[in-house]
């Protein structure tokens, strides 16, 4: 059973940053996909960046795009995302989910497993 444990979200004030992290375990890591999503309170789930098996290509959202990082450890069964230059938008439940292929897509739809998602929250 594949299993993803999310962790590091909080508090931060604007501007802040905040590092994501995920373990995976019950799968070949260094051969699938993974993502990150956000979810807000009365919105839709929606991709926020995503990276391929190998660490090679990576995929962001345009309102993330520039200041966030993507990126895999897979000798620790880890993805993390990185955020800077918080905005109280990037308020949200974040989760990360793996795909069953190496190549990562930007729909929920594609991906096959989750994890229960961390709170971020970005207020002063």
């Known amino acids: 059973q594949v299993q993803l444990v999310e962790s590091g979200g909080g508090l931060v004030q604007p501007g802040g940053s905040l590092r994501l992290s995920c373990v995976v375990s019950?799968?070949?890591?260094?051969?699938?996909?993974m993502g990150w999503f956000r979810q807000a309170p009365g919105k839709q789930r929606e991709f926020v960046a995503g990276?391929?098996?190998?660490?090679?290509?990576?995929y962001y959202a345009g309102s993330v795009q520039g200041r966030s990082t993507i990126s895999r450890e897979n000798a620790k069964n880890t993805v993390y995302l990185q955020i800077n230059r918080l905005k109280p938008e990037d308020t949200a439940i974040y989760y990360c989910?793996?795909?069953?292929?190496?190549?990562?897509?930007?729909?929920?739809?594609?991906?096959?497993?989750w994890g229960q998602g961390t709170q971020v929250t970005v207020s002063s």
């Open positions: 989910a793996v795909r069953g292929v190496g190549h990562a897509t930007t729909s929920p739809n594609d991906y096959d497993s």
């Open positions: 019950g799968t070949i890591f260094s051969e699938k996909a």
């Open positions: 990276l391929s098996s190998t660490g090679l290509s990576t």
